[in-house]
């Protein structure tokens, strides 16, 4: 087993199935953090035998073995409350009673620093409201080490030498493992921050997550122009019956990562898919004047891509998805709505006659409103179909885009 390993396997004793990430991490951290506290316990009983102090160094070998107790009943019990306590505790009074046995603060060299790692956990492994009583309790400590210093032993069997070594020794350490322990739950926050800040960026656009982070809201906001864009599948449903769940939903997962792959090439938002029906938007949340040919240069490669697929599942002898797409450039207003699962969305006339445009078009055709055409007629090949009828529009002028100069 290497190093990766066993580090990884002692991180998750005591691991419950059901425990949150923030839970994960405080077990992880305390047994962690518990087995160099115990390894110290026993280097330092060993050197205090070795110095002729037996009382002193039954202290920490005493902590050592308590401490590996505690682990072992955690590994089984799965009492995260129970070894929490423990261990605080243990780290709080064994180095007040270590130092007593040495004679005082001067001659158990500051061994009594040791207790600070004890507030400084509650707060790692507490709510922090709550570690200002550890913090009490170490002060408390001091208090009576001052109190009794003059009904204590004099002196002891070590030398001015090696109090001064031991003095060394504790302050190093303590401020090494205050280091590492702050180093590894700040890594840890990291991490878990890094995550939830991608998945927010996979919900809502960079501007809208930066504007709803710091301002803990996104106001609304009124875009006079941008494009939009809705697909939809030709016979679908009698498809999806052809195919079990799983089966439905990896085909449509390839399909719109795909989808997903082209609009970012081309600066486009995706809005939301409802069942096979896919919607994005060029020109929001930041405006520019490229969004109409950016739209359906996307979705011209959307109609390549969808070919390709057309063209290999009838190589598998399966039923092909033949799409449709429809555009239309026009003023919207976006933002989020909902409190929980909260979503970012458009609306306006312009979103109701895109989706107009896609369900009055052809399987494997591009339709495009008159006005996107306006647009992006010097760039593309297009062909006027004429007024056609759009349910609850009227007649409106449309066009199939049959072709671009480059893309």
């Avoid at 400590?141 to 003095?167: K, M």
């Avoid at 919900?203 to 697909?231: N, Y």
């Avoid at 949340?285 to 950016?294: E, I, L, M, Q």
């Avoid at 992006?376 to 199939?400: L, P």
Wanted: aromatic share 12%.
């Amino acid at each position: 087993m290497n190093f990766r390993n066993l580090f990884a396997r002692i991180s998750s004793i005591g691991a419950g199935k059901t425990d949150s990430e923030e839970m994960k991490l405080q077990k992880s951290l305390l047994v962690i953090s518990s087995i160099p506290f115990m390894i110290t316990g026993v280097i330092w009983g060993i050197m205090y035998l070795l110095f002729g102090e037996k009382i002193s160094a039954m202290i920490p070998l005493g902590y050592a073995l308590i401490s590996l107790s505690s682990i072992i009943y955690f590994a089984y019990s799965h009492r995260f409350d129970t070894f929490r306590f423990s261990q605080l505790l243990l780290i709080l009074l064994l180095p007040f009673i270590l130092m007593l046995s040495l004679g005082g603060f001067i001659n158990g060299s500051a061994v009594i620093l040791w207790s600070l790692l004890s507030p400084l956990g509650a707060m790692l492994f507490y709510k922090p409201s709550s570690a200002y009583k550890w913090l009490i309790s170490f002060a408390v400590l001091v208090f009576i080490s001052f109190i009794v210093q003059p009904w204590l032993r004099p002196g002891n069997n070590l030398s001015d030498l090696q109090i001064r070594i031991f003095f060394f020794i504790n302050i190093i350490s303590v401020g090494a493992l205050i280091f590492m322990m702050v180093y590894y739950f700040v890594m840890k926050k990291n991490f878990f921050q890094a995550r939830s800040e991608s998945l927010l960026l996979n919900i809502l656009p960079k501007e809208i997550a930066e504007e709803l982070k710091s301002k803990g809201k996104a106001e609304a906001k009124h875009f006079d122009e941008v494009t939009v864009m809705f697909t939809d599948f030709k016979n679908f449903t009698q498809i999806a019956e052809k195919l079990t769940p799983v089966e439905l939903v990896n085909e449509i997962d390839t399909i719109f990562k795909a989808f997903d792959n082209i609009i970012g090439e081309h600066n486009i938002e995706k809005i939301k898919t409802i069942g096979d029906s896919y919607m994005c938007v060029g020109g929001l949340p930041v405006p520019n004047s490229t969004h109409a040919s950016d739209v359906v240069t996307a979705a011209l490669k959307i109609l390549q891509y969808i070919d390709q697929q057309i063209q290999k599942r009838k190589s598998e002898g399966k039923d092909p998805f033949e799409i449709r797409i429809g555009i239309h450039t026009g003023p919207v207003v976006a933002g989020i709505v909902g409190k929980t699962k909260f979503a970012y969305d458009i609306w306006g006339d312009t979103v109701n006659l895109a989706s107009r445009m896609e369900s009055s078009g052809e399987p494997g055709k591009l339709n495009i409103s008159g006005t996107t055409y306006e647009k992006v007629k010097n760039r593309f090949h297009c062909t006027h179909r004429g007024k056609i009828k759009a349910k609850n529009k009227g007649e409106v002028d449309m066009y199939f885009v049959e072709a671009v100069v480059s893309i």
